[in-house]
């Protein structure tokens, strides 16, 4: 890959040319992510903490509802600022490597896209991990909140505490990443199809939000069983390193490897619910923004 990258002229990404053309698209994106964020929150929650213990739909929320409102949205704080952050790095990657397309083949620059966001998505890893160990009711009364747990995880354990299980994430992100980029240009051809016929703007905002959340399952299902090897490894503190492969013989050995599909029927409900929140969210805020400019 390495030589196919070499041989291949590639525009740098510039920042300065996304956010003049596109402060409206990205500040009204930002907003959407923490509304949809906030109101699919407790889905988050029952959904890693079945990753987490293996236990069913029914006996997870009533424990994790039964806890109270103020420790149900313990941890969102880590995930508003990860989600934030990636997506609009996915924004501003996918709006110069577009410009490449013209020139370049289209398979080369979602390799180099998807390597780049890969790796600005495992830079902030640290926050996932956070969030993983704020939603374990298990250290519910050994770290109080988020700032509090960066700063006792790398007090006690070390800076490399915060980058365990680094390289099953890294590999998660660049597939999850080329996966999403691949995706949102088949959603951008529809669209543009769409616009050709001149469809009214109730189908159009209806197709953007039915392709988005259809993008968002996708990628939801085909990481799924990453995701709970991910967490499995990030609610340990303290313990020895583990490599990815060892973790996955242990996990597989000790609940099997229906173990992996934890949490992912309550996950896919979240992750539509969240994309249909963020795309219709995103729409309002455009047209506040139109109306306030």
């Given amino acids: 890959m390495s030589m196919l990258i070499g041989k291949t002229k590639m525009i740098p990404i510039d920042i300065w040319y996304v956010w003049p053309k596109r402060q409206k698209d990205l500040l009204c994106n930002q907003l959407a992510i923490i509304t949809g964020i906030v109101w699919t929150y407790p889905l988050t929650k029952i959904s890693l903490r079945q990753m987490l213990s293996g236990q069913s739909v029914k006996k997870v929320t009533f424990y994790t509802f039964h806890e109270g409102v103020f420790l149900l949205y313990r941890g969102v704080l880590p995930q508003i600022i990860q989600r934030c952050t990636s997506i609009t790095a996915t924004y501003i990657v996918h709006q110069n490597v577009n410009m490449t397309f013209r020139e370049y083949p289209k398979n080369v620059a979602k390799i180099y896209s998807g390597l780049l966001l890969g790796t600005i998505d495992s830079l902030l890893m640290p926050f996932e ?136 029927y309550v996950n896919l409900i979240r992750s539509w619910t969240s994309w249909v929140l963020i795309a219709s969210s995103n729409e309002l805020y455009k047209q506040i923004y139109a109306h306030y400019r």
């Fill in 129 to 264: 991990r956070v969030q993983v160990i704020l939603a374990d009711k298990g250290y519910n009364h050994t770290y109080k909140n988020t700032r509090h747990c960066f700063q006792q995880l790398v007090t006690q354990h070390g800076f490399k505490e915060l980058y365990r299980g680094l390289g099953l994430v890294y590999f998660r992100n660049i597939l999850g990443s080329i996966i999403f980029i691949s995706l949102l240009l088949e959603k951008e051809k529809i669209l543009r199809q769409e616009q050709k016929m001149r469809e009214p703007p109730v189908v159009m905002s209806a197709t953007r939000i039915l392709l988005d959340s259809l993008q968002g399952t996708i990628v939801s299902i085909i990481l799924h069983p990453l995701n709970v090897l991910r967490v499995y490894l990030h609610k340990q503190v303290g313990e020895r390193h583990m490599h990815t492969h060892i973790a996955f013989q242990k996990v597989y050995r000790e609940n099997g490897l229906y173990f992996f599909w934890s949490g992912l």
